[in-house]
């Protein structure tokens, strides 16, 4: 029987990219928020919560608001962390020096006017509960003193972030935070170059994810 040779272009043709079949292809970075300039244009309840969740994770985050009002909670947010409110329309004038932009007006207009106004100026946007409009993604975030973790849904399901998040902060021990700081007290008695401290440090702490 005469055998077929397989054409490996043909067979990659009908193979998706990895991003098709579903993989979350985000790639997670942690910013220094004290030192970029945060912008979250609206006042209502979403930017109160998005504002919440800024300060939360990072309490010395430099955030500017901007809406014709805000709700009390804000201002007694704004008066804890490095936040100026501004009681005015949006303008695009407000985007000058700003790193990063949050819309969450309750006027889809605007807010599609505030993600066409940083497109053009290359500054990261998210336009709250519209993904297609989003450069990043605000997931859910554990915090035991220097670990930190971040989790993504890719934006499909913010409620299984926050799940997760619950999950993972009754996983993850208090004092997590002692191991982290002994094991870098540790790592600087380790003799030798870059590749067997490494290794060394791998085999230390081999024990941490051994399963029961």
Known sequence: MKKEKL???AVSELVPPLG?????????IFLKLNSLNVLIVGGGNVAE???TFLLKSSPDAKVTMVSPMFREGTVELAKKGDVKLIKRKYNKSYLKGKHIVIATTDVPSVNIKVHKHCRKRSILVNVADNPPYCDFYMGGIVTKGNVKVAISTNGKSPTTAKRLRQFFEDVIPENVDDLVKNLNEYRKTIKGDFEQKVETLNEFTKGLIEKK
């Open 20 to 28: 098709v079949r579903g993989l979350n292809t985000l790639y997670p």
């Open 49 to 51: 919560e998005k504002l």
């Open 7 to 9: 054409n490996i272009s």
